[in-house]
């Protein structure tokens, strides 16, 4: 029997249009998938109070106790916030699996239907599930897409670590998934592999071409891909807080 996935959460996020000194306001797309044995939770994150998740699983008649495999796409904060809710839970991360104070080596599969691939780019911990349903192929990427194919272009991902690498990762999901689930939107067909691009509406397109304004958190200066810190996305690279062993990054002490 294929595996089952659940939207307990649609995610938002307005990273792509607020302004500097506005307040960001994100949560993640959050997950249920079940396959075989595995009730798992896929990215937990921040949420305005935990009782939203609780009730979510409730009405699949669930509960936290239940929920034996947490998956967390990429190591930003609010994909991860709420991943102390689940105390029965292995979680699935881009180390491996961790099981309480254990840890073993990355898996290729959770179950013959449950995929773990690496998708770097937004950051380089990211991995995402390829999960064969009876609807297809679904693919919960986390931040490879925000939200229905968005953004269009990789470089204008503010928080990429390196954009280059989120654009193969964007491939390898187009040319495996029939189904996606982003990382702050709802699930959506992907049109590419029937070799049909998305329509856009006019609203949405000029949404994506408008350029999107990053201020460094440090020197309020404001900061193209190329000013960013590979490690550090929110810092300049004036202002880069890496050591001297960094090789990752445009520290600095690199450009002195």
């Not at 071409?209 to 309020?220: H, L, N, S």
Request: hydrophobic letters at 35%; charged letters at 25%; proline letters at 5%.
């Amino acid at each position: 029997m294929p595996a089952e996935i659940k939207i307990l959460l649609q995610g938002y996020t307005n990273a792509d249009s607020v302004i500097a000194s506005g307040e960001e306001k994100t949560s993640p797309t959050i997950s249920l998938v079940k396959s075989g044995d595995i009730i798992m939770v896929v990215d937990p994150g921040v949420l305005r109070s935990q009782q939203l998740l609780i009730d979510a699983l409730a009405k699949e008649n669930l509960t936290v106790a239940d929920v034996n495999f947490v998956c967390i796409t990429h190591s930003h904060l609010d994909h991860y916030r709420n991943i102390g809710m689940f105390p029965n839970a292995k979680t699935l991360d881009y180390w491996g699996v961790w099981d309480k104070n254990t840890v073993s080596d990355f898996p290729d599969s959770i179950t013959p239907d449950i995929q773990v691939i690496h998708t770097p780019g937004h950051d380089y911990t990211g991995i995402s599930l390829l999960v064969n349903t009876e609807n297809g192929v679904v693919a919960i990427c986390g931040d490879v897409f925000w939200k229905t194919n968005y953004p269009a272009d990789p470089h204008d991902d503010a928080f990429a670590s390196n954009p280059e690498k989120l654009q193969d990762s964007r491939d390898e999901i187009l040319r495996r998934a029939d189904w996606i689930v982003p990382g702050h939107g709802e699930m959506y067909k992907n049109k590419s592999k029937e070799g049909v691009l998305p329509e856009e509406d006019s609203e949405k397109h000029s949404a994506e071409q408008k350029k999107i304004v990053v201020v460094c958190e440090k020197c309020d200066r404001e900061m193209e891909q190329k000013d960013k810190c590979n490690c550090r996305p929110w810092l300049c690279y004036r202002c880069c807080e890496c050591g001297l062993d960094c090789d990752n990054c445009s520290c600095s002490h690199h450009v002195l």
